[in-house]
C-alpha cells in the first residue's frame, strides 16, 4: 500500500483545516443503536485496520457491506464501464436492498459509508482522485439517506415496527498514515459549503 505523495498529504491537511475533514465522533457513528452498518471497500491490505477503527470508534457491533471500492458504487453519478442499462439498474436495486435489509435486520438507524485513498479500484480502475472521491461520498450520503428514509417511511405506513423514521449516514474518508503502517479516518461533513451544490 503506497503512502499519500507529498501534493496528496498537502491537499488532506487543506481539508482539515477547512474543516471539510474532521474527526470521527462515536455519536456519529452510533448515538444510541448497537449496531453500525458500514459500506467500505474490502481490500485485505487495510481492511482490518478500517474495520478496527469503526469498532474502536463506535464502540458497538459494525455489519459490514464491503465491496472494492466502498461506498463509490453508491453514487447516483458514477455509472462503472462494462455494464448494460439493465445490469447496473440491477446492480443499484441490489445495492439499496442490502442496505434497507440491514437497517430493518439490525433496527439501527446508523449507515457508515467508507471510501478511500489511494485505492485500487478507484484510483487503478476509474482514476478518480482524492476530490472526486470526497464528492462521490457524498453524493452517495443524499442518495442513501433519501432512500432508506423512503423505505422507513413505507415501513410505517404498512404498520410495521421501525426503530427510528430517519437515517444518519455518516460519510468516512480513510487515507494512510504518514509515517506509521496504518489509517487514518476522517468524517467528511457533506453539509460542508463546498459539497452545498451536490445537495439534492
Ligand atoms: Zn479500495
Not at 28 to 43: H, K, Q, S
Not at 50 to 72: M, Q, T, W, Y
Request: overall charge positive; hydrophobic content about 35%.
Amino acid at each position: 500500500m503506497r503512502k499519500l505523495t507529498k501534493d496528496e498529504r498537502e491537499l488532506v491537511e487543506g481539508l482539515k483545516k477547512q474543516r471539510v475533514l474532521l474527526s470521527v465522533r462515536g455519536e456519529l457513528l452510533m448515538g444510541n443503536n448497537t449496531t453500525l452498518v458500514a459500506v467500505f471497500c474490502g481490500d485485505g491490505d487495510h481492511s482490518d485496520d478500517k474495520f478496527c477503527h469503526l469498532k474502536r470508534e463506535s464502540a458497538g457491533k459494525v455489519h459490514l457491506l464491503p465491496d472494492n471500492g466502498g461506498a463509490i458504487w453508491l453514487d447516483p453519478n458514477f455509472r462503472a464501464p462494462d455494464y448494460s442499462s439493465e445490469e447496473w439498474s440491477g446492480l443499484q436495486r441490489r445495492w439499496r436492498d442490502r442496505i434497507t435489509g440491514s437497517v430493518a435486520m439490525k433496527g439501527t438507524n446508523r449507515v457508515a459509508l467508507m471510501v478511500h485513498y489511494p485505492c485500487g479500484e478507484v484510483t487503478g480502475n476509474f482514476g478518480m482522485g482524492i476530490n472526486d472521491l470526497l464528492a462521490s461520498v457524498v453524493r452517495a450520503h443524499w442518495r442513501v439517506k433519501n432512500e432508506v428514509d423512503e423505505f422507513l417511511a413505507g415501513r410505517v405506513e404498512r404498520g410495521e415496527a421501525v426503530s427510528s423514521t430517519k437515517i444518519r449516514v455518516p460519510t468516512l474518508f480513510h487515507h494512510p498514515h504518514p509515517t506509521q503502517d496504518r489509517g487514518q479516518t476522517w468524517w467528511v461533513n457533506p453539509e460542508h459549503a463546498m459539497f452545498r451544490h451536490l445537495r439534492p
